[in-house]
């Protein structure tokens, strides 16, 4: 399950393996549009040491590189300004979003027109410094002091903002289209000992798409994706005929889909008492079936009441997991659920390459392969785990030898 990057070739897409590597030049190995969803998690600025995880950054040539210590975890090179260190541990809160920006150019890359990333991210305060916190997987001498956070003056108690700073550039730079920055609330959080404002009890989670355009469509009436819109529609399948403001219309069952976003597998159940109110006032839903028939509009009503529930929003309160391992910030199973349920399609048609579910399906009758989830900071492994027990596959990238042995034991168990 675990491979190196020498064993991986370049444009081709590995399913449900682990690779041992840095991020960056994994991705930059993997063909275009070729994943369905991303869940990830990038390190978070100046927060923890991890053994053995030191890459090169920004090698402008092949040089014969001469070293000096620009802090005691990371060294640059006086010829071509490269910087070994860890991803996260840069001096400078401008280096670090320019790390992560390199990465989320290639995460762009490999996602397909259909695909959605979810990036998980934390921020931190700058003007101080952090000793080394004990946790085994930090090397340090004891009080041994680590480039914690942004040691300027200007930002000195300041919140950093740095996943807003990327997710910014993000937008205005490499052209992603954010929709929703969704607040996950840990009720179960950890005390703080600050007495000058409140304790952080929420991480964003970020929201991305690439494509502004449709990509699909699909029939609410037969269940049917396709790639375009049949030119000729047939009256029963395609359209019907209603009436709005005593006008006789045409209403088309066919929408349009920008990205794979199944709302109906993480709706939440409604209330006994909406349920009933909604049952018996179905005129007052304001859905896109208010065109249709008298008739019509009671059945997909009953439909969205009895089936579908209520949209979760954007706010989650979700408790962190306890992890029994050598890993300190694992993604909650129950979260990784609600994005991969939600982003991930079940199935891609070998032919069409279209997604499709259990409701939702093309017309091509070849066969599906499953849909696939990449974390390229995969950590404990949390993300293949879940898309596993969902029945996806995965791909995980994950720089510490250590951390992908942990990923492999716990995905392992997973029948």
Not at 20 to 31: D, F, G, R
Not at 68 to 75: A, E, G, V
Not at 321 to 336: D, M, S
Not at 388 to 408: H, N, Q, T, V, W
Request: glycine residues 6%.
């Amino acid at each position: 399950m675990i491979i190196k990057e020498s064993e991986l070739k370049e444009g081709s897409l590995l399913r449900n393996k682990i690779i041992h590597e840095n991020a960056l030049e994994v991705l930059k190995m993997l063909p275009d549009d070729s994943i369905d969803c991303v869940v990830t998690s990038p390190p978070y600025y100046g927060l923890r040491v991890y053994e053995q995880a030191e890459t090169i950054w920004d090698e402008k040539s092949e040089c014969k590189h001469e070293w000096i210590t620009d802090s005691n975890l990371s060294k640059r090179c006086i010829k071509c300004d490269a910087w070994f260190g860890q991803l996260g541990l840069v001096p400078s809160l401008e280096e670090y979003i320019d790390h992560l920006f390199q990465i989320t150019g290639e995460l762009k890359r490999v996602l397909k027109p259909s695909g959605v990333m979810f990036w998980v991210h934390g921020d931190c305060y700058g003007g101080t410094q952090g000793k080394n916190s004990g946790y085994p997987d930090q090397k340090l001498k004891k009080n041994e002091i680590i480039p914690r956070f942004c040691k300027s003056k200007k930002y000195k108690k300041c919140l950093l903002l740095a996943p807003y700073r990327i997710a910014l550039r993000m937008i205005d730079e490499q052209g992603w289209i954010l929709r929703n920055i969704i607040i996950w609330h840990k009720p179960n959080h950890l005390p703080s000992p600050v007495n000058d404002r409140f304790t952080n009890a929420y991480e964003p989670i970020f929201m991305f798409v690439k494509s502004n355009k449709p990509v699909f469509y699909y029939n609410i009436k037969t269940n049917l994706i396709a790639k375009r819109k049949p030119s000729k529609q047939k009256e029963g399948p395609d359209y019907e005929w209603g009436e709005i403001n005593n006008k006789r219309v045409k209403i088309c069952f066919w929408r349009s889909m920008h990205y794979w976003f199944d709302l109906d597998a993480v709706r939440v159940p409604l209330a006994q008492s909406t349920l009933k109110r909604a049952k018996y006032n179905f005129k007052s839903l304001k859905s896109c079936y208010a065109g249709l028939t008298t008739s019509n509009q009671q059945k997909f009503a009953e439909k969205i009441v009895n089936v579908k529930g209520k949209n979760p929003g954007d706010v989650w309160s979700i408790a962190t997991q306890p992890f029994h391992g050598e890993h300190f910030a694992t993604f909650p199973e129950k979260l990784v659920e609600r994005l991969i349920k939600v982003a991930c399609p079940p199935y891609i048609c070998k032919k069409c390459g279209l997604p499709a579910n259990d409701s939702l399906s093309c017309n091509c009758r070849a066969g599906f392969v499953k849909g696939i989830a990449l974390d390229p900071f995969a950590g404990s492994g949390t993300t293949g785990l879940v898309a596993k027990r969902l029945g996806r596959d995965f791909l995980l990238i994950e720089i510490s030898r250590k951390y992908c042995e942990i990923a492999k034991r716990r995905i392992e168990l997973i029948n």
